[in-house]
């Protein structure tokens, strides 16, 4: 009786460990009002003055498989 208990939390324990949290998407939400290639093009300005924005084959005007171009520059982003 004893050993069911124990493994019965330790798998309920475990399946809110893949749940999805309030906070995630709280940021999500705020992250995604922002223009990705705006904050792209000013970060390129302070990271790199010299050659400030670029994008020879213009990534950031693409929308891959469907979705904004916003969620494409941040997929493009996680990839790098």
């Known amino acids: 009786r004893k050993m069911k208990i124990v493994i019965a939390s330790m798998l309920a324990a475990a399946a809110t460990a893949f749940a999805p949290s309030a906070q995630v998407g709280d940021r999500a939400a705020t992250k995604a009002s922002m223009s990705a290639k705006a904050d792209?093009?000013?970060?390129?300005?302070?990271?790199?003055?010299?050659?400030k924005y670029y994008d020879p084959i213009g990534l950031a005007d693409q929308e891959f498989w469907?979705?904004?171009?916003?969620?494409?520059?941040?997929?493009?982003?996680?990839s790098e």
């Open 40 to 51: 792209l093009e000013s970060l390129a300005g302070k990271l790199n003055p010299v050659v």
């Open 66 to 78: 469907g979705c904004s171009n916003d969620m494409t520059i941040g997929w493009l982003r996680e």
